[in-house]
């Protein structure tokens, strides 16, 4: 019984005391007060400029033309992005679950010398500007690149390389989100089926399989939506023959200037991501509720007989050839110029492509990615406070899910409202240099939220009642108790909202100015233009932009704990 709680007149308990009932709001309206800000923030800068931009495109003279939704879906050109677009997000997340797989039982049972080295390298490319996964592999597959030069073979002019890059950018989804379970499961319960007579297989599929489908099916829904969403990587290697709902979305606002389209795209899109985005919620509670676990350090042990050694051996196979091969030809050709010729070319101002050396670009990435990681840390961690509680209402959980959508609404269409909504005072901000890190900080917000609220979770509610009790206000007790077990993770959700903004490439394209770009947009303009000499400098600005990114990943590795997000 708490007694702080309850009011003890004889040998009855009466009921709550007038101090809990005051603790009690306080703490409710402390809980309100917290997500004013990221509602607003959201509000402002997503909700707003998404609106915008639908009702551009829907609205004429007041009156919104539905209708428009047909016609548009009557397109047979529309039709067939539609229908690549689910086509390839289907094959790339069958691809990624069966070549994914081998890696998070290798990493969840296994334990070997160099194993969190090659963790951090596994989730290298999952933190990579997707520009910079498209050029790698462009490299490798294109006119051109390695394949091209030793076989003739060129796979650019084909979907297997968007196919290719898709799994090679989510490898890390399923090894971190499926490996992470599979490392808590109780090893001895598989034991038990196989002591009473079931064969490795059948104990496998009956016992550890049922176990692992909530995490498997979380793991391809964000491989679906991430996939379903892309444009960066198809911007790249699709060339005029394969397009996604993005890169439609893209090519419609910017190129052709049909927003009526554009409009009913971005619903379309918004729709299916929404849908995505409730399952995975249902898949994540699932497995948060269902399951007891164990502490992942008794689990791993070293590889045992010929099979687990050949296993753990076509997992570092995989991972050279799948991962660390389309790097190092990036890094290969950006140095193919004698006297690192493409990194000096930077320095130089042509007067076409950019309005400044492109060597600028490094410094405006990462003042943006700073200025974006302070935004997104501020916002995250408030929302996350917010919802720490788990007998939260329907409307914090709502906003909890809300936190989710700028993952996979249209970044292309976030980017241009930006340019329609926030054009009028007192939110004229067109020509302000807080327009980008505005921009990145909503790709960000989610990555803080699911870094820092397990561990907020995890914290005992019962420090936080005797700090009320002895009378500390609610910020008190969160400076006191929550941020020092907190710290870490906090850190680790600055790293990622800071990797995350540094490569963020569909919002920024529209809102980058021509004298301040960032480094995928500078990679984009660069190979966008014909010539040896750009695609040379587009490879050398995408190894920094790389390098960048593992020594923050690093970074973010050795800060690691296994009480923070999956991620």
């Known amino acids: 019984m708490d007694f702080a709680r309850t009011e003890v007149t004889g040998p009855e308990v009466t009921g709550p005391t007038e101090a809990a009932v005051r603790r009690d709001r306080r703490g409710s309206a ?19 400029p998404v609106a915008a931009i639908v009702a551009r495109g829907l609205e004429v003279d007041g009156v919104w033309q539905f209708g428009r939704i047909g016609e548009v879906l009557a397109q047979s050109d529309v039709r067939h992005v539609l229908w690549f677009t689910t086509w390839q997000a289907v094959v790339s997340t ?18 070997f010398r160099g194993k969190q080295v090659l963790r951090a390298v596994v989730t290298v490319p999952f933190v990579l500007p997707t520009v910079v996964v498209g050029t790698a592999f462009l490299a490798l597959v294109g006119r051109g690149g390695l394949l091209d030069e030793l076989w003739g073979v060129r796979l650019d002019t084909t979907v297997w390389a968007i196919l290719l890059a898709h799994v090679f950018f989510n490898y890390a989804v399923v090894v971190r989100t499926v490996g992470g379970l ?47 969403t892309s444009f960066g990587v198809v911007q790249i290697l699709g060339g005029p023959t394969f397009s996604t709902l993005e890169v439609e979305i893209y090519r419609q606002t910017s190129e052709i200037f049909d927003l009526s ?17 409730a399952l995975h ?3 994540v509670r699932r497995r948060e509720t269902a399951l007891r676990l164990v ?5 791993a042990r070293r590889p045992r007989g010929t099979g687990q050694w050949a296993l753990l051996g076509g997992v570092l196979v995989t991972v050279v050839v799948l991962l660390l091969l389309p790097l190092a030809v990036l890094v290969e050709r950006s140095l193919d110029a004698p006297g690192f010729g493409y990194y000096r070319a930077l320095t130089r101002d042509d007067g076409g492509v950019f ?14 990615a700073v200025a974006a990681t302070l935004i997104a840390v501020v916002i995250g961690g408030l929302a996350s406070v917010a919802l720490t509680r788990r007998d939260a209402g329907r409307f914090v959980r709502g906003f909890d899910a809300l936190l989710m959508l700028p993952l996979g609404v249209s970044a292309v269409t976030v980017g241009f409202g930006f340019l329609i909504a926030l054009d009028e005072p007192p939110l004229d901000l067109r020509s302000s240099w807080i327009l980008v890190p505005l921009a990145q900080a909503l790709v960000g917000v989610p990555f803080v939220v699911r870094t820092m609220l397990p561990v907020l979770r995890a914290v005992d509610v019962r420090l936080r009642e005797a700090a009320s009790v002895l009378g500390a206000s609610p910020w008190r007790v969160w400076r006191e108790v929550d941020l020092p077990m907190v710290r870490r993770a906090l850190l680790i959700a600055a790293g990622f909202a800071f990797a995350v903004s540094l490569g963020e490439f569909g919002a920024t394209v529209f809102i980058a100015r021509p004298d301040n770009p960032t480094l995928p947009v500078a990679v984009a303009r660069l190979l966008g233009r014909p010539g040896e000499l750009n695609y040379g400098q587009a490879m050398a600005l995408s190894t920094i932009l790389m ?19 999956e991620f």
């Open 30 to 48: 402390a809980r309100l007060g917290l997500m004013a800000v990221p509602v607003a923030f959201f509000a402002v800068f997503f909700a707003y």
């Open 94 to 111: 069958v691809l990624t679950l069966l070549i994914a797989l081998p890696g998070a039982y290798v990493f969840a049972r296994f334990d």
């Open 182 to 228: 599979w490392a808590q499961l109780d090893p001895r319960q598989e034991e038990a089926a196989r002591m009473l007579g079931a064969s490795p297989l059948k104990a496998w599929r009956q016992v550890t399989l049922p176990a692992l489908v909530p995490a498997v099916a979380a793991a391809a829904l964000m491989v679906f939506l991430f996939t379903f």
């Open 261 to 277: 389209t554009a409009a009913v795209l971005t619903l379309i899109q918004f729709v299916a991501v929404g849908a995505i985005l």
């Open 281 to 283: 919620a249902w898949t």
């Open 295 to 299: 502490d992942p350090s008794v689990t």
């Open 355 to 368: 309005l400044v050396a492109p060597i600028e670009a490094i410094g405006n990435s990462l003042s943006y």
């Open 547 to 565: 390098v960048v990114c593992a020594v923050a990943l690093l970074v973010l590795e050795r800060l690691r704990t296994d009480r923070t997000g």
